[in-house]
């Protein structure tokens, strides 16, 4: 719903470039976008009864298209949810700025604020709700309906905002000025796979509700891209700086009164809303592509409040990076999302084919010429949105799928070596004991050595202490210190080589305890919660760092709390 705040910006953007006489293709532009709509929504309703367990593109694709093809649209979907975070938030702010202008040069910090309220919010374990949702979409899909029917009626616009137009050289009506402007406006088609990718979260039936809920978005999409589209050539709208195509499509049939506040309100809510989308969604598909092995394990993993705070936390990242390279500027943004969606749509559509031609239940070949038909038109729009929007950005985008492809193929193959040495999938030999031997590194006389010690000895009797002499360092005083404790350990002292702890302890072990187990005890004083974390040494970071690279070690941590 809220991509008409910026799709038919999008397309007005393009054809002002042709003067009045190329804002009057506003509407023939916009009606083979809602063609294209069309097609999608009969085709994703066939995704959802064939998928009823979600996943959109990537389900599909990997059921029917192969593992790599799966991880394309992967891909796809995680350039969509970081776009989608961006565009929604600039969008967002775009409108704000609009009702109030004087926010205008602080455009960038509120995009940046309003990203990381968001992030936080979800770090913190906030749920998103349908209930908490409704409101503000009904709110803002009656504004925008209501500003097409008044709108309509009037007979000239009830204010005229004013502003510098955008600057873009003239150009003549063209194919392919028609072409960028529909590629520009097909951005107003993202979303139409969400109800697809989370068919588990309906009522039962759940499929039934998922279809009528593709057709019920369908439609109201449709009514008010036509709907603003009208308006757009009726009202001669033109792209101003600083004020956006909505906001002066709802000032020209509202007037600058309560109405129009209400109407961009909305917006800013939805747009929000629209954004916080991309953090129930991202950290779920990473979640799946760590249990399949295509992102690290750590992406699976919740925190103590249920959240994929990984996945939260790369995409509130990549959107930062989104919105402070394009200043906050949505129409920089915008070229970039189609392409990442139309791939998705492409791949699942392909897919749908293969799944009838399968499958081959009742109906099936109409099946197969619907959705056939479908990728045939968004494999068309892709390639038209990719090569008129190459230029304007879209290279980042065909550059950064395939980096994606490639890094979560490498990934997949890293996991499968680990596997492998873990030996899963066989019957491992009988475990057997062996000697092990028991060091403990040692720098002072102190209760901290002897909780080390003590450790150390209840795991075995071959215990040896290393104190590292380090540059400057009186070894006098500790050996008097150690002899007049005299714990019943063995001492040796290692000359420092190269000004660290770690190297001379694990040449020690290396040279020393060959064909035996070694372990190695090292405590630490645990300082409290928050900042304190930098005030230790970490001598014991530097001893684990050396020491976990070797072979039969094992590094025991010992942890003293501070009472």
Not at 413 to 433: F, H, L, W
């Amino acid at each position: 719903m809220a991509s008409v705040a910026y799709g038919p910006e999008a397309i007005v953007l393009v054809l002002a470039a042709a003067g009045t006489a190329g804002l009057g293709f506003t509407l023939p532009v916009t009606l083979a976008i809602v063609v294209l709509l069309a097609v999608l929504i009969a085709s994703y309703r066939q995704v959802i009864a064939a998928f009823p367990n979600g996943g959109g593109a990537y389900a599909v694709a990997k059921e029917r298209l192969g593992h790599r093809t799966s991880l394309v649209a992967a891909a796809s979907l995680i350039v969509d949810y970081v776009l989608n975070v961006a565009v929604s938030i600039a969008a967002g702010v775009a409108a704000l700025t609009s009702a109030f202008p004087a926010l205008f040069g602080y455009t960038v910090w509120i995009c940046l604020a309003v990203l990381v309220g968001i992030t936080a919010l979800n770090l913190y374990g906030i749920r998103e709700s349908a209930r908490a949702f409704m409101a503000p979409t009904v709110v803002f899909v009656a504004g925008i309906l209501v500003v097409v029917v008044a709108g309509l009626l009037r007979s000239e616009p009830a204010a005229v905002a004013t502003g510098a137009a955008v600057s873009e050289n003239a150009r003549t009506i063209g194919i392919l000025l028609l072409l960028k402007a529909f590629s520009s406006g097909c951005a107003a088609l993202t979303g139409v796979e969400a109800i697809a990718n989370a068919v588990p979260s309906f009522s039962s039936p759940k499929v039934r509700r998922a279809q009528r809920a593709e057709v019920a978005l369908g439609v109201l999409l449709g009514v008010m891209l036509i709907g603003l589209a009208t308006l757009i050539e009726k009202f001669s709208i033109r792209p101003l700086d600083g004020t956006t195509v909505l906001s002066q499509l709802t000032e020209a049939a509202l007037g600058h009164g309560i109405g129009y506040y209400i109407v961009q309100f909305a917006t800013v809510i939805l747009l929000a809303l629209a954004a916080n989308t991309s953090y129930g969604g991202l950290p779920t598909l990473t979640k799946i592509l760590a249990d399949d092995n295509c992102l690290p394990h750590r992406f699976a993993v919740t925190s103590p409040r249920q959240v994929y705070r990984f996945g939260v936390l790369a995409l509130g990242l990549s959107a930062a990076v989104l919105l402070i390279a394009s200043e906050g500027n949505m129409n920089a943004l915008v070229p970039l999302f189609a392409i990442g969606v139309f791939v998705g749509f492409t791949i699942a559509q392909a897919g749908m084919v293969r799944h009838w031609l399968a499958e081959r239940v009742p109906g099936w070949r109409w099946r197969i010429a619907l959705n056939g038909v479908g990728a045939v038109l968004t494999f068309v729009a892709l390639v038209v949105t990719t090569s008129m929007k190459f230029a304007a950005g879209a290279w980042l985008i065909v550059l950064v799928l395939p980096l994606l492809v490639l890094a979560m193929e490498r990934i997949r193959k890293i996991y499968g070596r680990i596997d492998g040495c873990r030996g899963i999938g066989c019957v491992p030999a009988e475990p057997k004991a062996t000697e092990t031997a028991i060091v403990v590194p040692v720098s002072e006389v102190s209760e901290l050595s002897r909780e080390a010690l003590s450790a150390a000895m209840s795991l075995g009797r071959d215990v040896t202490a290393l104190h590292v002499c380090l540059p400057g360092e009186n070894i006098t005083v500790f050996t008097k210190e150690w002899e007049a404790w005299h714990p019943d350990v063995r001492l040796l002292l290692l000359e420092d080589g190269d000004s660290t702890v770690g190297g001379p302890v694990a040449r020690y072990v290396r040279d020393n305890f060959a064909g035996r187990r070694k372990v190695v005890v090292i405590a630490e004083v645990e300082p409290p919660a928050g900042w304190n974390h930098v005030l230790p040494s970490h001598r014991s970071d530097e001893l684990e760092r050396v020491l976990r690279k070797m072979p039969d070690t094992v590094v025991c941590h010992l942890r003293v709390q501070i009472a």
